[in-house]
Every structure is written in C-alpha cells, then in structure tokens.
C-alpha cells in the first residue's frame, strides 16, 4: 500500500511538473517583429536648409577709354587670366598719328621757350611775349600726355586675376569709350546665394557657419560663413537675400551651379524621423523606441519642428542607434525583437 502510494505521489508531481512546464511554453512569447532605420549622418537634417546658386565674387565690366576699331581680340569666354594680360587692342593709327602731331609741337614749343629765355633774361623779350611762350609749352605738353596716355589704352589689359565672362566685342567692330567688351569674373572665393524666408531671416547672422553642397561636383561638403545677410526683402516673395563665402582656389566651382546649403542650429546633430515613430510616455516626456542588443528600448527624446520629411529630435539619440519606425505599438520594454 505504501509503494502504491508514492507512486500516486510520483505521478501527481509529474503531472504537476508538465502542467508548470506547459504553462511556462505557453508564456513564452515570439519575438515581434519590427522595421527599423540606423541613425548616420545622412539621416540629420538641419533646422535651416535651402536651395541657391553660386555667385562669383565680384564682376568688372573691362572697356576701352578710348574709341577705335577693335585689332585683335586675344582671350576668349571662361579662360582665366592674370592681371596685366592684353585682353584685346585697337587699330592705332590714327592714334599713332595723333601722337607723333602731339610729339613735335611740344618738342617746338619747348625750343622756343629755351630761345627766348635768354631773351628774357637779357631783357630783350616783353613780359607778355615770354608768358606767352610759356603757356604754350603748357598747353603742347598737356596735349602730347594725352595722345601718349590714349596711344597707351589701345591696349586692353585685365586689371585683376580672374575668369572672362563674356566676351561682347569682335575684331573689326568700332566701340567707344566705356563700352563694355569684356566681362571679369574673380572667383578665387564665390558666394553661395540664397532667399531665407522671412520668419527664419532672424536665426541668421553674419559669420554663421554654413555646410554648402554643390551636387554637379560631387558629395563633397565646403565650409563657409555668412559675409552678407540682407536687409531689403523681397516683396512678392517675402524673402531676404543671404550670402555665404567659399574658397574656390582650384575654381571648380563655377557661378551660376546650383547649391545646398544648411546651417546647424544649437551646435548638435538633429535627426529626422517619421512622426509615428515619437509615442508620448505618462509624464507626457516623449521617447522613441530602439533595438539594443535583440531587445526594444525606450529612448527619452527632445522633439523640434515639424517638416516635411518628419519630426526634428534635437536631442537624445546619437549616430548608429538603430529606431524602430514600423511595429513600435507592439513592444514594450526589453522585449526581442526580429528586424525585418
């Protein structure tokens, strides 16, 4: 009777045990399956970003100061050049003759006031005769300086470093003083341009640091500052004009490219992410839910703007955190998870 007993005992126990175990399989959940996204520095974003285009640094509309016939027109649009360069030249012959005209009248007049100096000091020439003479060398003088001065600007020379621009003149055509023939573009810094609607205009100052993109030359990042911020808006469109300056020593970057410029607000890194992904917690602190280690975490965030790719987290997560942007509202805290 005895050992009928403790059988009884054995099987109630292990009957015990396999419902305990049952239950414990039955507890044990799978793990929820979710979508995630691993945080890198393409997934920031700015709080300012737009759109521009690239300026040189400045323009200079190069002419003759003289008129003539254009000789020999010696550069072309978008060669570099240095400064001193003969740019293009004139016919000088009529200058030419204007000179040599200019030349021997000063020379003459210039013989007769040595002549007529010994007269005047031997009192032999009336005072009015020898002012006369004298003021006639001031006048063949002027006027030989200026024949020699104009002789001198038939040569078009660049008057700095720079690119040409334009070219507006041909051999053979006649062009008058100050017409533009050639446009001068100096470009060893340019000037990323950009219209900063007017609600944002006051987040900007001079001297501001500005990430500046231009895509037709690659992924590569420029560093530059803002020199000219402005304060003109624009009427129709309500925006300001802002500039920022690149070095351009290997003048790859040309004006007109179009460019990406942001600027980093607070001085962090700012992720954008869908705006499901941010839940709202009982202190009504927000967080997001990440994956460390197989298992979902809450992750206590600062939310920014709203744009339209997503809610700004100005704080809280960090480069190669891994956010779950799909399943978030079947997880809690510490549970696996499998990432699709």
């Not at 050992?3 to 929820?32: Q, T, W």
């Not at 001198?152 to 062009?175: H, M, S, T, Y």
């Not at 962090?268 to 602190?285: H, M, R, Y």
């Amino acid at each position: 009777m005895i050992k009928k007993g403790l059988l009884v005992a054995v099987l109630l126990l292990n009957i015990l045990y396999s419902g305990c175990s049952s239950e414990k399989k039955e507890e044990k959940k799978e793990p929820v399956t979710v979508r995630t996204i691993k945080l890198n520095s393409t997934s920031t974003v700015s709080a300012l970003n737009y759109v521009g285009t690239i300026e040189e640094e400045s323009k200079i509309n190069v002419s003759f100061k003289v008129q003539g016939t254009v000789l020999n027109v010696n550069v072309h649009e978008g060669q570099f050049v240095r400064k001193g360069t003969v740019l293009a030249t004139l016919d000088i012959e009529n200058l030419q003759q204007v000179y040599n005209a200019s030349k021997a009248t000063y020379t003459q007049a210039e013989d007769a006031v040595k002549r007529m100096k010994q007269m005047y000091d031997n009192q032999s020439l009336p005072e009015i005769k020898w002012i006369e003479a004298q003021t006639s060398l001031e006048q063949a003088k002027s006027a030989y300086l200026i024949a020699k001065k104009n002789l001198e600007e038939a040569r078009l020379v660049a008057p700095i470093d720079g690119i040409i621009g334009k070219q507006l003149v041909e051999a053979g055509e006649n062009v008058m003083p100050s017409q533009t023939v050639f446009t001068l573009l100096d470009i060893h810094t340019v000037k990323a341009k950009i219209a900063v609607p007017e609600n944002e205009i006051p987040l900007l100052s001079t001297n501001d640091t500005a990430c500046v993109n231009v895509p037709v030359l690659g992924k590569t990042l420029l560093q530059g500052r803002i020199t000219e911020k402005g304060v003109d808006g624009n009427r129709l469109t309500h925006t300001y004009a802002v500039k920022i300056r690149l070095d351009n020593k290997e003048r790859k970057i040309m004006p007109g490219m179009i460019c990406n410029v942001a600027f980093s607000q607070g001085g962090g890194a700012t992720f954008v992410l869908p705006i499901q992904c941010v839940q709202i917690g009982n202190q009504k602190d927000r967080f997001v839910w990440c994956v460390k280690d197989g298992k979902a975490t809450a992750v206590k965030v600062e939310v920014g703007e709203l744009t339209d790719k997503g809610v700004c987290i100005e704080s809280g997560l960090t480069e190669e955190t891994v956010v779950i942007i799909e399943g978030m509202q079947k997880v809690s805290e510490g549970m696996k998870v499998t990432v699709l």
